[in-house]
């Protein structure tokens, strides 16, 4: 998991702002997934992309947006339509033919 | 629908005891269960995880059974330390979007 990165680590938004959060993989993972992490909660997900140029969304994709023009990035913007926007965003990764998922270290955004 | 039952939430045990925590899932088509291991404000690590076409693995002091008929699966962590102090979260996969879900989460405290 130390080959996908996510950046910034602390994002701080005005509220009816957008803000775009990064993840990119150097480790050839074809699959790539975000999902949102609130205080004392499991993991929900927000959108999914199996291959370039094609995403899915998960179970709360409202308010989000991504787009997948390159293997190894998958960026997220949370829009001003996502109400309640402050939490740890985690983005991961796998590989075709596997089922593990590889987490990067996290965004923690904060609406001001 | 799909969905993934962690308990319990929170388990303290004293250094040196055992802890097990238990998780069921909803698709008997599931058949893949990972379990990551999650310390504060840092990015869930895998730990062990189990397919469907065997009953139990284990790796040191952790193990995970899996009981397809009842779909339900635990881990089990024997010999505890104070580093085994964590969030750990069980996940189902679901073959039909090649997608994980997870449960919620158990806050699990080694009192020395």
């Known amino acids: 998991d130390g080959g996908i990165t996510q950046s910034p680590k602390y994002l701080f938004r005005k509220e009816g702002q957008n803000v775009t959060l990064s993840c990119e993989q150097n480790?050839?993972?074809?699959?790539m997934y975000w999902y949102r992490q609130d205080p004392g909660q499991g993991l929900r997900l927000i959108y999914y992309s199996q291959i370039v140029n094609d995403f899915q969304k998960g179970d709360i994709a409202e308010g989000y947006s991504v787009s997948r023009e390159k293997k190894e990035s998958f960026p997220l913007t949370v829009t001003s339509a996502q109400k309640n926007p402050t939490a740890f965003y985690l983005c991961a990764s796998r590989l075709a033919g596997g089922d593990t998922q590889y987490f990067g270290p996290g965004t923690r955004l904060t609406v001001l | 629908g799909e969905n993934v039952e962690q308990h319990p939430s929170t388990l303290s045990v004293q250094e040196g005891d055992s802890a097990v925590i238990k998780c069921t899932y909803s698709?008997?088509?599931?058949?893949?269960f990972p379990w990551y291991k999650q310390e504060l404000g840092k990015r869930p690590q895998l730990i062990i995880d189990?397919?469907?076409?065997?009953g139990e693995k284990k790796d040191q002091r952790i193990a995970v059974t899996l009981n397809k008929t009842a779909k339900h699966f635990s881990l089990h962590i024997t010999e505890t330390q104070p580093e085994d102090s964590a969030v750990y979260f069980c996940a189902a996969i679901f073959q039909g979007a090649q997608k994980l879900v997870f449960g919620q989460g158990t806050r699990l405290t080694i009192n020395p």
């Open positions: 480790l050839n993972h074809d699959a």
């Open positions: 189990i397919r469907s076409n065997v």
């Open positions: 698709d008997s088509a599931s058949n893949y």
